[in-house]
């Protein structure tokens, strides 16, 4: 990209060819005043603030609108400039109706300091009266109050929606003076397209838009700031924790538009969704259970009862008696120090966590075509795709923050989108191509993919013979699988197909996303296989903007995976077979440690029934409600001789246990998580911790200690130095080199910068290997007494098992319930209408929620979020695993429905 050269105030400046004259002031540390300008929106330059002198040009330049160009000579202050905004500010103030002293935003007002600067009159054109009080479109939601007084109409907010959202929900309606912002018609905010980002508080300048649960809690001024990382999805946004230090409680969160990965765009569960770091349910005192009821109990109790009766355990029955659930909510300290403990203390490989249930195909796959489990490339780079490819991913409402970059790409870059998903997601709307395939037949859609590319001569060829093996294999079983033969166990059309196939191959760099829709299968290792032939086929792995990226589930599980809670490997994914590796972690551990590899979560709740597994510790993990088939789940749970639940609620599962042990949440610790893209970042503590809960960490090491193996640390960093020490991929990482952007894996040593993309001029295996993949059905099909297909995932305004989102009135006025998505003519013949009570029946069990009627959906199948523990979706999914992955088949069961005669 070529570069212009100018001077401003008389500094010399370079900048890239298309920089704004306000952005080239910004890059030199100039300051432009300016209400209407947002780096993420296209500058409308509607405040006029921003106006500045270029030399030889008449009049005065919009400096948010206006390139920069060679030899520019610009003045951004002087007599002339500052009267004018001086004019400027005092006419917004004579429709400024508010004062100032009164307002959350005092002393944090761009337009107050403004004010100031140029030392505006506010009655030079007089004061308008304040309104009267009147329903405005916010008026009955939780998350946002408008107030018209405040409102300056620079209309960011209208544009943020638009432009980044690109969920239309804001306006302008009236005339004149009574112009505001508002909803198509007026109508509700949480009945509009709105979905609670609240991006729209974040970009107004005035306060005219606010958190009501804000309000009245502090001024932005006297808060305490702490930037730490979102505790939910894996997209691993930054943001900001502003905390009243008198009453130790978040008042609100915010981000920045130069934060990475999400440049200061928030979630509704990011933005709204912290009430439960403070929420009076939280856990305060270990607990332990006596004659069935809990009682409170000292920690010195509790830890000497859990030591005891874990030593009892593994005495009389053996180390591999016991299990471990570990955590993706919690940091990767944590996490190393959980699995070292189970171990080293435990004598057992029998450690895993949640990403058993969502994205163990994702690293069985990846690892056996690339030799990493992991998403090849980063977040910023989808906007840049030329195609996008999104196969079992609803990103917009698991995540919506990366959503973002793909409509970037298709409405501002031209990318197109090819979407393959049974419903019409959001993301439809976006798309060139939608591929409407039954839920289980994805190896054939892709196989039939692969078909057309070969056939048809699109594939990379230098490619595949320089950096593959195993193509003739894999070509001779996708010769089977041709549009017309696919399109019958698909239901997608042939002609989509080879559509699909052909905007894929035909692109200079394409980029794969998918998630749990692929991954939940009793075939979701050849699910993931199959995309890394379709990727390798035409030469999109190893490169920029392209590669094969899943999107992590939870703000933590690439880092649990990272750091060895898992049954099979090590930190670092050194298997716990291999000799060398065995040796090296017994050197580092001083413990002799176990060669056999461990069981998965679904095996210790099987083995518990066998009577194998006779005590259990779990770290914020919540199967009685995560788990398929909840009937067996919890019967398991019931059984187990010695349950252990690390918390901080008394959730689904840890009302179960015979002792409980209360932890900080992520606001209250210090730690790192890795993202969905493999960046390490820092999380900070925020504000104190309730009560007598400790750090998850400080928690298992005086376990273990009382065990018999003292494990004792100063503080997080020190567990990250030994981290660092005996995981190569980590081995570059350390708090002082993390920074505020993190550090993306694997860094070697501490010259590394961190690596971008992966297998760039050679896959992590050597070469990339090519898997002949057939075809497989579901292990559980729909027939006469089970017609329907159910499939379960998540929804925009909840996150997994509730036991966070529950705990905001924001989120629960727009989602307080589960319902079961059916198609219109399937409603139709079942005499079902929106809104009815429903049972679904799988051979599993019987749930009763709310129908959903929908033309989104296929005939014959039916869709459930499964967060809820009212009509719980996994009483019905099916425990029948993947063969390699052992992964729950969470996306295909057959079912029933029927409308719930009441009386």
């Given at each position: 990209m070529s570069e212009v050269y100018l001077e401003i105030d008389g500094k010399k400046v370079r900048v890239p060819e298309g920089t704004t004259i306000l952005e080239a002031a910004s890059s030199v540390g100039v300051d432009i005043p300016q209400l209407c300008y947002d780096p993420r929106v296209r500058p409308m330059g509607s405040c006029r603030l921003c106006v500045v002198q270029v030399e030889s040009q008449a009049g005065l330049a919009i400096s948010c609108n206006t390139e920069a160009a060679e030899g520019m000579k610009v003045t951004t202050e002087n007599e002339e400039i500052a009267a004018i905004r001086k004019t400027i500010l005092e006419l917004i103030l004579s429709e400024h109706r508010v004062a100032c002293t009164s307002c959350d935003k005092d002393g944090a007002c761009k337009l107050q300091d403004y004010a100031y600067r140029y030392q505006a009159d506010e009655e030079r054109f007089g004061r308008a009266a304040r309104r009267d009080a009147r329903p405005n479109y916010?008026?009955?939601?939780?998350?946002?109050?408008?107030?018209?007084?405040?409102?300056?109409?620079?209309?960011?907010?209208?544009?943020?929606?638009?432009?980044?959202?690109?969920?239309?929900?804001?306006?302008?309606?009236?005339?004149?003076?009574?112009?505001?912002?508002?909803?198509?018609?007026?109508?509700?905010?949480?009945k509009s397209s709105c979905v609670l980002c609240g991006g729209c508080i974040a970009v107004c300048p005035s306060g005219a838009m606010v958190e009501r649960a804000a309000i009245g809690k502090g001024r932005e001024k006297d808060l305490i700031k702490t930037r730490t990382v979102c505790a939910y999805c894996g997209v691993g946004c930054q943001l900001d924790l502003s905390v009243d230090s008198k009453t130790n409680k978040i008042v609100k969160v915010t981000s920045e538009p130069d934060y990475i990965p999400n440049k200061g765009n928030l979630c509704v569960k990011g933005k709204f969704g912290m009430d439960f770091v403070g929420h009076e349910d939280r856990l305060t005192t270990p607990l332990i259970k006596r004659n069935g009821n809990f009682e409170q109990a000292t920690w010195e109790e509790a830890i000497k009862l859990v030591a005891e009766r874990l030593n009892n355990i593994k005495t009389e029955f053996g180390p591999d008696s016991i299990g471990g659930f570990s955590s993706a909510k919690c940091t990767n300290e944590d996490n190393y120090i959980f699995q070292k403990f189970m171990r080293a203390a435990g004598g057992t490989n029998n450690v895993d966590h949640c990403a058993r249930l969502c994205h163990a195909s994702t690293v069985a796959g990846l690892a056996r075509a690339f030799g990493s489990g992991a998403m090849t490339n980063s977040i910023d780079e989808i906007k840049h795709a030329k195609c996008i490819f999104v196969i079992g991913s609803n990103t917009s409402e698991a995540h919506p923050v990366i959503a973002l970059y793909i409509k970037e790409a298709v409405v501002r870059n031209g990318a197109k989108l090819i979407v393959a998903d049974p419903r019409d997601i959001e993301l439809v709307r976006f798309a060139r191509l939608h591929l409407r395939q039954r839920p289980g037949s994805d190896v054939a859609l892709i196989n039939a993919m692969c078909n057309v590319i070969i056939n048809e001569n699109l594939l990379d060829k230098d490619f595949i013979e320089q950096r593959t093996e195993g193509f003739e294999q894999m070509a001779g079983v996708v010769a089977e699988y041709t549009p017309e033969k696919v399109a019958e166990i698909t239901s997608v059309p042939a002609e989509l197909i080879c559509e699909a196939a052909r905007d894929y191959a035909k692109s200079e760099t394409a980029s794969i996303i998918f998630s749990m829709g692929i991954t939940q299968h009793t075939t979701g290792t050849d699910n993931v296989l199959s995309l890394a032939n379709l990727a390798m086929l035409t030469g999109n792995v190893g490169k920029e903007f392209a590669g094969v990226n899943p999107l992590r589930g939870q703000n933590n599980v690439q880092g649990a995976c990272d750091l060895g809670a898992l049954p099979n490997v090590y930190p670092g994914y050194q298997s716990v077979e291999e000799p060398a590796k065995g040796e090296k972690f017994e050197k580092a551990w001083g413990r002799k440690l176990s060669a056999k590899t461990g069981l998965t979560v679904i095996e210790m709740i099987h083995a518990i029934e066998e009577g194998k597994i006779k005590a259990l510790y779990m770290m914020g993990e919540n199967p009685a409600l995560s788990d398929p088939n909840l009937n067996r789940t919890r019967a398991a749970l019931e059984k187990v001789d010695f349950l252990v639940s690390q918390e901080i609620f008394l959730s689904e599962t840890a009302q179960f246990a015979d002792v409980v042990l209360p932890s900080f949440c992520f606001a209250e610790k210090d730690g790192t998580f890795t993202n969905t893209e493999r960046r390490i970042q820092r999380i900070h503590k925020a504000l104190k911790a309730p009560g007598e809960t400790r750090d998850d960490w400080q928690i298992i090491c005086d376990v273990s200690t009382a065990m018999g193996y003292p494990m004792q640390y100063e503080d997080a960093a020190e567990i990250m130095d030994e981290i660092a020490s005996v995981t190569p991929i980590y081995g570059g990482i350390s708090y002082d080199r993390i920074g505020s952007v993190g550090l993306q894996w694997p860094c070697p040593d501490k010259n590394h910068p961190g690596t971008k993309y992966l297998h760039k001029g050679r896959f992590t295996r050597g070469k990339g290997k090519l898997h002949a993949i057939k075809f497989q059905e579901p292990a559980e099909l729909p027939d006469k007494e089970f017609p329907f297909v159910l499939s379960t995932g998540r929804q925009l305004y909840q996150f997994h098992t509730c036991t966070l989102t529950r705990k905001s009135k924001s989120i629960q006025q727009v989602s307080p319930t589960g319902y079961v998505e059916l198609a219109t003519d399937d409603a139709e013949r079942y005499g079902i209408s929106d809104g009815d009570s429903v049972q679904v029946i799988s051979r599993r069990g019987t749930v009763t929620t709310l129908a959903r009627v929908t033309p989104g959906i296929g005939r014959g199948w039916l869709f459930m979020p499964f967060h809820f523990a009212e009509g719980p979706a996994n009483m019905l999914t099916n425990d029948a695993l993947d063969p390699i992955a052992k992964i729950p088949e969470f996306k295909v069961c057959a079912a029933a429905i029927k409308k719930l005669v009441i009386g």
């Open positions: 916010a008026s009955d939601s939780e998350a946002i109050v408008y107030d018209r007084d405040k409102c300056i109409l620079c209309g960011l907010c209208v544009q943020y929606c638009e432009e980044v959202l690109m969920a239309e929900a804001l306006t302008f309606a009236g005339r004149l003076g009574d112009m505001q912002v508002s909803t198509a018609f007026g109508i509700d905010l949480f």
